[in-house]
């Protein structure tokens, strides 16, 4: 039977090269508009992600539809986005019926950017700038609606070589294929097969990349909108609870449920994350230095005014990774100490939505649930473990009964937290004067 295993190794192999192949095509422009029209309609009839060539023609049709890419001018690539027929011809397709949501909701995604780069170059609509935006807004929010973010950083997970996963478990899979931050995969969710070849990945997070810049500098309108509407949903469905008191065991903190419901912001924070988490250090500079307008620095301000914590946890996840570097970290901390992005000497400041994302207050949020946490004193006396937001009594072996807590966290709160000192760690391994930051918040 061995040798029927290196037959199929090798086959995967082959299929593996045809597919990166197809990859330095689509990326010299030569896909024809007949090319991305069929590649779309074989896409749509994929039913199992896990087959390595439909991520290869995935991010193959994320190059050719790329307005980054149009920056050589390339004839073949100019024609992709001239071409009526094709507009029309991939909407419908995309109209269709899929046999695999993550392929169909990405492929929605990038749609967006490709709609809004053909409707901008339309001499009929051009200059009608509200009418362009209300058309790929709601373009936009389709694909994110349907779990975009989610979908590709699904696919980005199973891509990475499975080794990555178990030295480097910042980001994961569950084993009910839901994403993980700070936490080692689920054994049943490790494939010991990479969906791409290791040379291919570096293609693979570029190309993704391009997406999420051009939903930056040019659908950023769009981004806040459907945050103000996830932030209405979760405040109009959430009563006021008072937290200093725990939830009985067999109830779940609706807040959670909520925020896990609608946290597409979030999932694009913590997809930025697991991107930057595998570039070069210092790859995240063009956030920090303002060479593209400010737009990227605008994006990082809004989104440390996140409120919802499943959000602040994406958020915070997305420093992190945008931190690592010598000159990055140091953008980061200066951040995180004045809000600003300078390097002004800092003094106290109270809570505002201004400074919410600051080393004052996470610290400030450390030393709030060190004094309403219970102390034990002597060695008699149990240990109390909060978990999940419930108090779940004493550490097992202790040999004393059960105790319950006067204080329990939010669920949200202990993923916020973990998420702060992954930031703090960050900055304490990239940072050679980052020691002084906790004497000075102390």
């Known amino acids: 039977m061995d040798w029927i295993k290196t037959l199929v190794q090798r086959l ?57 890419e149009d920056e050589d001018g390339s004839p073949e690539v100019a024609r992709v986005f001239s071409d009526p027929h094709l507009f029309v011809a991939v909407s419908s397709a995309l109209n269709s019926r899929w046999q695999n949501a993550d392929l169909h909701s990405a492929m929605l995604l990038q749609y967006s950017v490709f709609h809004l780069e053909v409707r901008s170059r339309d001499t009929h609509v051009r200059g009608e700038v509200s009418v362009i935006e209300d058309e ?107 937290y200093s008191t725990p939830l009985p065991a067999d109830k779940a903190d609706p807040s959670g449920a909520d925020g896990a419901a609608a946290n597409n912001i979030g999932s694009l924070f913590r997809l930025i994350a697991i991107i930057y988490d595998e570039q070069p250090l210092d790859s995240a500079m063009p956030f920090w230095t303002d060479d593209d307008g400010g737009r990227y620095f605008s994006f990082l301000r809004w989104a440390t005014e996140s409120r919802q914590p499943a959000t602040v946890v994406g958020m915070l996840d997305m420093m992190m990774s945008l931190s ?42 450390l030393h709030h649930y060190e004094t309403r946490l219970p102390v034990s004193h002597g060695t008699g006396a149990p240990a109390v473990a909060i978990v ?41 391994r990239f940072s050679p004067g980052s020691s002084a930051c906790p004497a000075r918040q102390s």
């Open 324 to 365: 690592r570097g010598q000159s990055c970290v140091v953008f980061a901390y200066n951040f995180l100490s004045t809000g600003r992005d300078d390097y002004a000497g800092i003094e106290e400041t109270s809570y505002t939505v201004a400074n919410a994302c600051s080393w004052s207050t996470l610290f400030m949020a």
């Open 136 to 242: 790929v807004g709601a373009s936009l929010k389709k694909a994110i609606s349907a779990g975009a973010f989610q979908a590709i950083t699904r696919i980005i997970l199973r891509s990475r070589d499975p080794r990555h996963s178990a030295e480097r478990p910042e980001f994961s899979l569950g084993a009910d294929n839901s994403i993980l931050s700070g936490r080692a995969a689920h054994p049943d969710a490790i494939d010991e097969r990479s969906l791409v070849s290791p040379e291919f990945r570096m293609y693979l997070l570029r190309s993704i990349d391009n997406l999420l810049t051009a939903l930056i500098r040019r659908l950023s309108r769009t981004l806040r909108d459907i945050r103000k509407q996830e932030e209405d949903i979760i405040h109009g469905s959430k009563a006021p609870r008072n």
């Open 388 to 428: 999940g937001g419930h108090t779940s009594g004493i550490f097992p072996g202790s040999g004393a009964a059960p105790v319950q807590s006067r204080f329990a966290f939010e669920p949200g709160e202990i993923a916020m937290l973990g998420s702060f000192l992954r930031v703090l760690r960050n900055v304490a």
């Open 12 to 68: 995967r192999e082959q299929r593996q090269q045809c597919g990166h192949l197809l990859y330095l095509v689509s990326a010299a422009g030569q896909l024809h508009t007949a090319d991305v029209l069929a590649l779309t309609k074989w896409l749509s009839k994929v039913s199992d992600v896990n087959d390595n060539v439909a991520v290869y023609v995935l991010i193959s049709l994320f190059e050719a539809t790329s307005p980054l």
